[in-house]
Nanobody, 121 residues
Framework: QVQPVESGGGLVQAGGSLRLSCAASGRTFSSYAMGWFRQATGKEREFVSAISRIGESTFYADSAKGRFTISRDNAKNTVYLQMNSLKPEDTAVYYC??????????????WGQGTQVTVSS
């Protein structure tokens, strides 16, 4: 079992960058694929990106391709989401989740509480 905790959100101007981090407690972090999701006000939660257990495979939503990069450091039990060229439509609460199965359709079992990202125009 792991417990993800997100950090790194904040307010940024359009065109700027943010790096989200997700630290997961537990000694089995490398047993889980990790994913990032987001939920904007009034909208459903949507997939952003995912990375396999040892990082050899990554997956992105079309909205994230070319702008966001997911990575992980299993020695630090941490997964990152580097977000560049941010747009106002990227404004949302970003969630980190730990999952199992085969990518990109992992079954996400453990979720963090989320971190707010606000992009001003």
């Amino acid at each position: 079992q792991v417990q993800p905790v997100e950090s790194g959100g904040g307010l940024v101007q359009a065109g700027g960058s943010l790096r989200l981090s997700c630290a997961a407690s537990g000694r089995t972090f490398s047993s889980y694929a990790m994913g990032w999701f987001r939920q904007a006000t009034g909208k459903e939660r949507e997939f952003v990106s995912a990375i396999s257990r040892i990082g050899e495979s990554t997956f992105y939503a079309d909205s994230a391709k070319g702008r966001f990069t997911i990575s992980r450091d299993n020695a630090k039990n941490t997964v990152y989401l580097q977000m560049n060229s941010l747009k106002p439509e990227d404004t949302a609460v970003y969630y980190c989740a730990a999952g199992r199965g085969r990518g990109p359709d992992y079954e996400y079992l453990y979720w963090g509480q989320g971190t707010q990202v606000t992009v001003s125009s």
